[in-house]
Each structure stands twice: as structure tokens, then as C-alpha cells.
């Protein structure tokens, strides 16, 4: 054993899988399950993310102290017994289906825990470290406010449901969190959004950020019908569904026939063209659900007197919401864990266990959090990138970073698309600079290219702007850090174009070509980005990369996607990168000094039936 006291951090079994290890409180390292599988969401146990761990930190399983999951399965069972009795007989078929994986995997998840880390180890199941739960919200919760830089802050969690929570709020203070009041299932704001997600044609679980970035194309003109029929929002921001219209607590669909009346029609298929309906309904859930974390915000804050808050669970991930929050609401500042959903729920045990559970001290100081800027994730030296792309006959001139940052930033000054893989990649669902796609955002035909010739993906879908964190307030209304894109700023009025007449009257994705901004490659259609203010201390690298093209087109602006393709999750391997870079139109590719030329290189003859698999998410 070790001199220090290591905490092993897991979440699985229901989406996206992952591990976190604390070294005498420090995050030392984190990650997702699918970026080693290559399985988008992969919920399985998470053996490769746990290795990665225990490899960062030359660790074995035997030096581990505690090892805490990330919620209570036994308290989720109880719901699902629960839920089916208070609607019996409907939800017969799912009760059925259900129960099967229950008792074979999920009820004694203890067991299969044990099974599965002894597989792992070597180690007899008596000999492995003690196995802890935290409760899910909880873990949500620990996420947001133990890695924040407060002493003192409210935490709200929103998501679809941990075991029967859906919306809870939390008081923090030093190395506690005091639970204060929940909203539970059904009642969930987060499966209130997947239910349009799912009615819009959608995937539930991936394509929410889709239904948020369709909604300005739209009209909200169903808030009204959402509010007399759906949702009954009290002035605090406390809501009740009438759940005739949803069949998500007993059915295999998130909505039933009533829902399809009411919005004039069945849902859209997937990859069905889309319709103004379906604009103006994202543009309708995106008023409401704004509406509510608005007003759950101004009560949270007359009931605990705080300056900040803390937010975490998949509904923290609408930027969109947290950027009128952070304008509108009353807080002085707002932090939102990165790996806001289930991915930063092993995080949350792991320090849930190490302040709560071992009582250990926080050093917050208002200042910095905890997350290193979310790179936590495993890295490749020059040798083992160079070692592949022997492999691969890829050639490449290997150049030092004062030759080569200049060498990128001309060739995406000149248009190029680049593939950029350097350092630790990053934990939780945004590429922040490790592992991205990146372009000129100056570039009235970046946006459409990048969707279609490399992303695979809809024409409709925005892009973030990664600019330098000093620079944020020169480019757009925001004078806060937005280090994890997190959060949504319009653009500053003199970068912005005047419309015509002809263009204000478009509808729907008429608006799609037309350019708004200086940048317009990330200026969606009313005017807003979302940001990712780069830092100089947590990713020096990317930092310089943008000062380089700041040099040479004066501004200090880049795209930045996340690298991959659509349905895909985003690379974690020099092998993943070169195999992406091949398989689309990007034109450039940086693998830690390795610089790649697309028209340098041979012949991609591998297998393609990847295609098939990752088009459609």
C-alpha cells in the first residue's frame, strides 16, 4: 500500500460508464468508458477507464483505499416496484422486459461489482478494497460543489431521475452538503426535455444538445400549450407533469398518442426532414425549461442567502439556460461541473468519499476549482505517436512547438481544417482543446463544411468559438471565463452584420447561410455562441496555438468541435485520430509534433464498414 490514501471513483449500467481516481483528495485522473470501447455512451463496467486510473497514477486495485459507486441501486429497484404498482396494470411489457436484467445484473450490483473488479485485479473478492454507495444526486452534487472553487455555495441538480430525485438542491459549506428539498419521479425536468427530444426525432440520452441548438430556428409558439397542459410551474420554479400525456414511467416511448394530438401529429422519424414544427418546438421546451431553472434560482437563492451557485446533472449542460442564469440570475457567479451527467457521477463518489465520508478538508478559495481544466484524461508521448504512424506508413515532419504552432495557424488561416491531438484528453462530453477539430471562424463557409464534409452531422448544428480568456469581452457581451463551453454569450454588436429586410423575414433553415458576424462560422442564428475561454495555465499549448493565428489575422478566435464523427465518440488514441482524419476531408493533422498533410499521405484502403455503424446517433 501506498503512503497517501487513494479513492477509486465508478458510475455504469446505465449510461455512460466511467472512472475517477483521488490521490489524497487530488482528481489524478478521469475518463469515459466509450473512449476506450469506441461504444458512444457505453454504460458497461468501466475496466478500461479503471486501468487507465491505476496506470496514471502506478497504481494497482490493491493500493486503492475505497472504492465508491455512484448511486443506490437497491433505492432505484424500489422506484421501479413502486412505479409499477401505482400505474398497474399499464406498463406491463416494460415491468416484464425490465425485471430479467434487474435480477441478473443491476439488483445485486454488489456482486457483479465484485466479480467484475477481481476479474480485473487478480485479487480474491476478500481481498479487494471496501465497496461504498453514494446516493446519485448526491454523487451529481459532490461533482458540482467539491470541485468548485466556493467555500460556500447552493447546488441544484436537474436531470431525468437518479433513484427517485429528479431536481434536488443542496446547501455547501466547507466539506459538507446538507441536502435541503428534492422534486421526484415522475416529475422531471430532464425527462420533460428528453420527451421532446424523442417527439422531435431525436435520440433520448444523446440528441438533447440537438433539440437546444434547433431552437432558435424557431418560434415558440407552444410555450402556452406546453404550460396548460404538460407542466403546471409554480412561482418557485417547482413543477408537477400531468403525466397522461408521457410514457416514460410505464412504456417503452417517452410519449403517448394524447402528446401527438396535441402537437398536431406522430413523431418525426429519425432523419425525416425537419419542419418548422419541429423548430418551433424546440424553440417552446427551450423557453420553458429556461423559464423554470430561472425561477428555481431566485427561490434557491432567497431561501439560502449565498453568493454562488453550484449546478449539476444533465440539464446543466444547457448552455443555453446557464447563459441567461449567469445574465439574469441572482447570483453573483455561477460553476458547472463539465461532466455535468452520469460520467461525472464516479467524480462525485470519489469525493463524496474522501470530504464526506473521511471528513477530509477543502482548500476552495473563490478562485480556481479543482478540474485542471477537465484534462484528465490519458495522453501519448511523441514515441508512441511516432511508433504508429510507422505502422501505418503515415508520413509527417516532426517539428518543436515554435515551428510548428505558426505552421498550423497559416494553414487554418488559409481555410484548412485541422485535427488537433495533444496532451490529456478530456473528461466529460466537450472537446476543449486535447482532442478538437479546429477551423477558422472568420470563415462564411466553415460551419457548413465542417457539418457535412467531416462531422457527418446536420447542417443545422452550431459550432463554439474558443478564444483567448482575455480577449472573451472584446468579441462578446460576457466578461466571465467559460473554460469547459459550458455557457452561451451573444456576439458584440459592432462584429455583428446588419440584416436586411429579406434576410430578417427567413424562416426555419432559410437562415441557415446567412452570415451575421465577423466569425460567422460560430455566430448562430441569433447571434449567440457558445464560448470556451482558453486559459494559459491549464492548456498553455492550445493557448499559444491561438495567439499564433491572433498574430496573423488578428483575431484570436478558432472553431472548436470535438473529434470525431457523428455517432462516434470522441478519439482518445493516436490511431483513432489518424483513422478519423482518413476517413473525412480534414486536411491537416496535429498528433502531439507531428505535423500531417492529407494529400501526403497513402491510400486509405482499410475496411469502411465503420460507415454503417457510426452515420446515424
Known sequence: MTGSINVLGLSAYYHDSAATLLVDGDIVAAAQEERFTRKKHDAAFPKNAIQYCLDEAGLKLEDIHYITFYDKPLVKFERLLETYLAFAPRGFRSFVLAIPVWLKEKLFLKVTLKRELSS???????????????????????SAFFASPYRRAAVLCLDGVGEWATSSVWLGDGNTLAPQWEIQFPHSLGLLYSAFTYYTGFRVNSGEYKLMGLAPYGEPRFVELIKTHLIDIKPDGTFRLNMRYFNYATGLTMTNRRFDTLFGGAPRQPEAELTQREMDIAASIQVVTEEIVLKLAATIYAELDVDHLCLAGGVALNCVANGRLEREGPFKSIWIQPA???????????????????????????????????????????????????????????????????????????????GWFSGRMEFGPRALGARSIIGDARSPIMQSAMNLKIKNRESFRPFAPAIKAEAVS????????????????????????????????????????????????????????????????????????????????????????????????????????????????????????????????????????????????
Open 340 to 418: 455535468a451527467g452520469d460520467a461525472g457521477g464516479a467524480l462525485g463518489a470519489a469525493l463524496a468519499t474522501w470530504h464526506e465520508y473521511l471528513d477530509k478538508p477543502r482548500n476552495a478559495q473563490n478562485a480556481a476549482d479543482i478540474m485542471k481544466g477537465a484534462y484528465l484524461g490519458k495522453s501519448f508521448n511523441q514515441v508512441e505517436v511516432e511508433h504508429y504512424l510507422a505502422s501505418v506508413d503515415a508520413p509527417f515532419q516532426r517539428l518543436n512547438d515554435a515551428d510548428l504552432l505558426p505552421e498550423v495557424a497559416q494553414a487554418l488561416a488559409l481555410g484548412n481544417v485541422v
Open 120 to 142: 480485473l485485479s487478480g485479487l480474491g473478492q476478500e481481498q479487494l478494497p471496501p465497496l461504498l454507495f453514494h446516493e446519485h444526486h448526491g454523487s451529481h452534487a459532490a
Open 474 to 617: 472584446d468579441w462578446f457581451n460576457t466578461t466571465s471565463d467559460s473554460p469547459y463551453m459550458l455557457k452561451v454569450a451573444t456576439v458584440r454588436e459592432e462584429h455583428c452584420d446588419t440584416m436586411s429586410d429579406e434576410q430578417e423575414a427567413l424562416f426555419g433553415l432559410e437562415k441557415l447561410n446567412v452570415c451575421r458576424s465577423k466569425i460567422p462560422a460560430i455566430t448562430h442564428v441569433d447571434f449567440s455562441a457558445r464560448l470556451q475561454t482558453v486559459h494559459a495555465d491549464t492548456n498553455p499549448r492550445f493557448y499559444d496555438l491561438l495567439c499564433a493565428f491572433e498574430d496573423i489575422t488578428n483575431c484570436p478566435i478558432l472553431i472548436n468541435t470535438s473529434f470525431n464523427v457523428r455517432g462516434e465518440p470522441i478519439v482518445c488514441t493516436p490511431e483513432d485520430a489518424y483513422r478519423c482524419f482518413m476517413r473525412t476531408e480534414m486536411d491537416v493533422l496535429v498528433l502531439e509534433n507531428a505535423l500531417l498533410v492529407k494529400e501526403q499521405q497513402p491510400v486509405w484502403d482499410h475496411d469502411d464498414a465503420w460507415k454503417e455503424e457510426f452515420q446515424l446517433d
